[in-house]
C-alpha cells in the first residue's frame, strides 16, 4: 500500500475532468484498511472514497485523502432450492457483477445492466433503472467502521434505502466503508419487462417468451442506444434525479403540460421524467462552450473535452433554472459535487 501525493483523478473520473487529490491510495484488501486508519496523521484530514468514479463531478483539487477501493471476488456465498446469494467486492465492476449472475440464471439484476460504477457505489446511491432498484435485490453489505477499525454487516433495513438514497449519503456518511455486498437472487425468472421500452424491444426482436438474459441484452441496448460511453466521451450517465411530487403538485404541472411524462411512485407520489422536463426546456443535444447535454437524452450531460468540472455545474444550474421556471419542479443533481 503506497500514499501518492497530488494524484491525477483525471482517469479516475468518468467525466475526464482534471483535478488532483492533496494525497490518493488504493486499497484492494480490508486489512490495509486498518493500517491506514491506524496512523492518524494519514487519516487527520478530508476523506474521500472512490470507486469507480462514475457518479462524481470535480469542481477543484480535492484537498485531502483519496481512497480509491479495488477489493475484488465473486462468489456464490448461499445457495438454497429456489433462491442463492452472491457476494461481490467493493472494488468489482458493478456491470461484471449482473453478467456474472445473468450467465448463470440468477434473475433480478437483468434490469440494472450496464449501470456504471462500482459494486460498492451501488448501496450508497441505491442505484436504479427500468423499474428496479438495488434494494429489490439487496440483502447485506460488510463495511469497515473508521472509528473502530472494525467490519460490520449492515441488513437491508439498516441501510434505509429511498430514491437514489441511504443511510451512508445521510446519517452515517463518512463514517463507514463498503467492503463487499451480497445479493439475494432468484432460480426462477420473475421479469419486469414493463418499464422504458424494454417490452417494445423484445417486440422488435420477435422474442415472446425472454429470458433474463433476453432482458439484459435489451437493456445493454437501450441504455447504449440513448447514453454515451466515457471512454469516448466525458459523462457521468443520468446527472439529475426524477423528481418526485405529491399528486397536488403534479395536478399543477399537468394543468399547464398535459403531455408531461410521468409514472407513480408509491405513497400517492408521482415520478416525472427528468430528461423530458430538461428536453422540452430545449437543452437537448444543446453545445455550451466545452459541455453540453447528450443528442439522445437530455438528461445526461458531457464533456466535450476540456470542460472543467465547474463549468459543467455552472451549465447544470443553467438547466435547473430554466425546468423550474417552465414545469416549477427544481431538479436535484444525481451525481455527488465535490
Known amino acids: 500500500m503506497v500514499i501518492h501525493h497530488h494524484h491525477s483523478l483525471k482517469r479516475l473520473n468518468t467525466f475526464g475532468v482534471d483535478a488532483y487529490a492533496n494525497n490518493f491510495v488504493e486499497i484492494s484488501h480490508t486489512d490495509q484498511l486498518v493500517n491506514l486508519f491506524a496512523n492518524k496523521e494519514v487519516v487527520n484530514q478530508p476523506l474521500l472514497f472512490l470507486g469507480g468514479g462514475s457518479n462524481m463531478l470535480f469542481t477543484r483539487d480535492f ?3 483519496v ?7 465473486i462468489q456464490d456465498r448461499v445457495e438454497e432450492e429456489e433462491e442463492v446469494f452472491v457476494e461481490a467486492g467493493a472494488g468489482e465492476v458493478w456491470n461484471d457483477l449482473v453478467n456474472y449472475c445473468v450467465d448463470r440464471g440468477y434473475a ?3 434490469n440494472l445492466s450496464l449501470i456504471p460504477g462500482s459494486v460498492g457505489a451501488s448501496p450508497i446511491q441505491n442505484i436504479g433503472a427500468y423499474g428496479v432498484e438495488l434494494k429489490d435485490v439487496f440483502h447485506s453489505l460488510e463495511a469497515f467502521e473508521i472509528s473502530t477499525l472494525q467490519l460490520r454487516t449492515f441488513t437491508k433495513e ?8 441511504s443511510v451512508f449519503k445521510g446519517e452515517l456518511k463518512g463514517k463507514y466503508i463498503v467492503t463487499s455486498v451480497t445479493l439475494k437472487l432468484s432460480k426462477s425468472s420473475v421479469l419486469n419487462t414493463s ?3 424494454i417490452e417494445a424491444e423484445l417486440q422488435a426482436r420477435n422474442i415472446e417468451n425472454p ?3 433476453d432482458v439484459s441484452t435489451v437493456v445493454s441496448h437501450i441504455r447504449v442506444s ?3 460511453d466515457p471512454s469516448t466521451i466525458g459523462n457521468a450517465g443520468s446527472f439529475f434525479k426524477n423528481p418526485i411530487i405529491t399528486k397536488a403538485e403534479f395536478d399543477a404541472v399537468k394543468q399547464k403540460h398535459a403531455e408531461v411524462v410521468n409514472y407513480p411512485a408509491g405513497n400517492g407520489s408521482i415520478k416525472l421524467a427528468a430528461g423530458y422536463l430538461i428536453e422540452q426546456c430545449g437543452w437537448k443535444g444543446m453545445v455550451v462552450g466545452n459541455t453540453g447535454t447528450w443528442k439522445n437524452q437530455a438528461l445526461v450531460l458531457v464533456n466535450h473535452g476540456e470542460a472543467s468540472g465547474q463549468e459543467i455545474y455552472d451549465f447544470s444550474e443553467v438547466i435547473i433554472q430554466s425546468v ?6 427544481k431538479l436535484e443533481r444525481e451525481v455527488n459535487v465535490f
Open 324 to 329: 423550474k421556471e417552465k414545469f416549477g419542479v
Open 226 to 228: 440513448k447514453l454515451p
Open 108 to 110: 433480478g439484476v437483468e
Open 158 to 165: 439498516e441501510c434505509e434505502f429511498g430514491y437514489r438514497e
Open 195 to 197: 418499464y422504458g421500452a
Open 63 to 65: 484537498n485531502g485523502l
Open 211 to 213: 429470458t433474463i438474459k
Open 67 to 73: 481512497i480509491k477501493m479495488s477489493i475484488k471476488g
